[in-house]
């Protein structure tokens, strides 16, 4: 028990809430990192058990698959989508307090798995600031180790007991295949094409942000018009955190996106500045596409530097920003239709600290 | 109407049970053919059920995965999974054809799943005859197909109603992937372990066949004692097969195999009869641990003639096909447990066939 305690201590930095909390503050944000705060005392049980959850799903290391999965589990991450659970299945009386466990860890674990599916797509070299599980150990076991994450995934939905999470899961799943074949289909091309946008964020990040909104709710037993309303917040916050993932990528402090700068751009990603930069720099369109037919351009700093100089100049990222919190307005305003309550409030502040991060 | 039974006449040649009863009659087994027809003019309407919903299971296109998924699922298989689905269900008295019809082609597409990951991890360039996937229309491609058919497979087990049936495939797929992460783990090393081969065919073969035989007979409402009689028969089946496969790979007609002779070899796969000929002529694993981690080795013809030679003069064929036959038997023990009907019949004289293959 005691080495459980110190293990904690020593993964502080893993831990849910704090990247957000900690830019609140660097960002002056003082009230809202310190409601994120209060947020994480509130929820301290239920994160130690995510913690300790996570790490149970990492101590099995007997093939590569496994060590790949691991390897991505062991980075720092914002842990938003179990987050999510867990203050929805607030909303209401949950039977189970393992259930919601199992079912947040299930968030989390299908968010990684498509990590490590999606690095080998995009042949990515880089993820949560550290070397990608597949230049590690391998294409094959980023692929394994992905696989292995959901069916641990669907394990936990299934004893979870509620058959609607089971099918929707299946759905989640079924989407963000989809967009993965999306990606591949537009990989070293670019292609400013908004539906394919749109196609790709719902894919991607919104449909498991539903879910995750939707499992909380169905295990504290919340009507279908609740799960209604939580749905379409989940929808509008992952577009919201989607939009703001793309500005940060533009953004200047690596420190803070754990990211290269221009890294989706040299991945072939479509992110929304850039879809904006073009519509209002047609000349732009010409050059993105020779970056991403040849991404060790970027390798010149100078050129890298001059093209993101054009690019911020057309106020993408400030047009991306606005678009981020209309979306996160909509989600606080879904959420204003639920009964007032202390999780009601909780969801609004990482809505609002979600945002926050690309100010 | 018409159109669909034309289709159904030009795709004769992917028909259930036809490859089994070709090789039957080739041997001059008339017997077994001849029964093996009457099964299948028995099951018409089932076997045509089959057929449709996997033509319309590669009629969606739309990305490059689903496109990988049609090609695997074009070629002609044995399409053994969905058969025993399918006769095992007639040992009872299925509420529903539709849901057997589903769970007999989730049984198929998790195969077809696991054969285009199975590939990506080998570097497999054949398959039943033709390029793989993934050299037609690229890894990724193969990854996501087979993620593609993993979803629809879970929707259709979901969508029959049995709880039990979905937390086993859902285990099936688990086992799956670890012996396909057991495999990546000893590619390009040649290593003669006997535990190593049990793991990899229970979890590549043995699994399945079991989930098959029980998805049938738990559609049917068969009692737990004859599913677990099943689920022993499927169990050695699914070695029996396996063994004959590998046996195959040493035979000499690829028309009949479908195979490069030594194809398992050059893929890095270890074989029953491999096992066997290093276990009679030590001096053979050197040479093989050569050819595993320089599959070129195999293009000198004269080379990978002289070397199928040593192997065959060991006898590790016959040795494999007798132990093939004993597995048949415990299968057919198994089955002879189970009350008197055309059905076990009809599973009996599928599993005669199986291991008549390579007689």
Chains 1, 2 share one sequence.
């Not at 079924?174 to 990606?183: F, I, P, R, S």
């Not at 909104?213 to 279908?224: D, E, I, K, V």
């Not at 850039?274 to 037919?293: F, K, P, S, T, W």
């Not at 981020?324 to 502040?349: C, K």
């Amino acid at each position: 028990m005691r080495e459980a305690a110190h293990a904690r201590v020593v993964n502080a930095e893993t831990r849910v809430l704090e990247p957000l909390s900690t830019v609140a503050r660097s960002h002056g944000l003082v009230d809202v990192a310190t409601r994120l705060d209060r947020i994480r005392r509130w929820m301290d049980a239920d994160l130690d058990d995510l913690h300790d959850a996570l790490k149970a799903a990492q101590a099995d290391r007997t093939d590569l698959g496994r060590h790949a999965a691991r390897h991505l589990l062991e980075q720092p991450g914002k842990r938003i989508r179990p987050l999510l659970v867990f203050l929805t299945a607030r909303l209401g009386d949950p039977v189970s307090g393992e259930v919601v466990r199992d079912l947040a860890v299930a968030a989390e674990l299908a968010h990684a798995a498509t990590l490590l599916h999606d690095d080998v797509i995009d042949q990515g070299m880089e993820r949560r600031g550290a070397p990608t599980a597949r230049l590690v150990y391998g294409n094959s076991a980023s692929v394994l180790g992905g696989d292995h994450l959901l069916i641990e995934t669907l394990r936990r939905v299934e004893r979870s007991g509620h058959p609607s999470l089971m099918r929707t899961i299946i759905d989640v799943i079924g989407h963000m295949v989809t967009a993965e074949a999306l990606q591949l289909e537009v990989r070293g091309r670019f292609v400013p094409d908004e539906e394919v946008y749109q196609r790709v964020v719902a894919g991607k990040t919104a449909v498991l942000f539903c879910w995750a909104m939707r499992a909380g709710a169905t295990a504290a037993g919340l009507s279908p018009r609740q799960i209604d309303i939580l749905d379409r917040a989940g929808d509008r916050l992952g577009l919201a955190f989607q939009l703001v993932d793309d500005a940060l990528d533009l953004a200047d402090d690596p420190e803070i996106t754990g990211k290269d700068t221009l890294l989706d751009l040299r991945e072939g990603k479509l992110t929304w500045p850039l879809l904006i930069a073009c519509r209002r720099d047609a000349g732009l369109v010409a050059q993105l596409q020779g970056v991403a037919a040849h991404p060790e351009l970027l390798d010149d700093r100078k050129f890298a530097q001059d093209l993101r100089h054009r690019i911020l100049q057309t106020g993408c990222v400030e047009a991306t920003r606005i678009r981020a919190t209309e979306a996160a307005d909509e989600a606080r305003a879904a959420l204003a239709e639920l009964p007032a309550s202390a999780a009601r409030d909780a969801l609004d502040t990482v809505v609002e600290a979600a945002v926050e991060r690309c100010r």
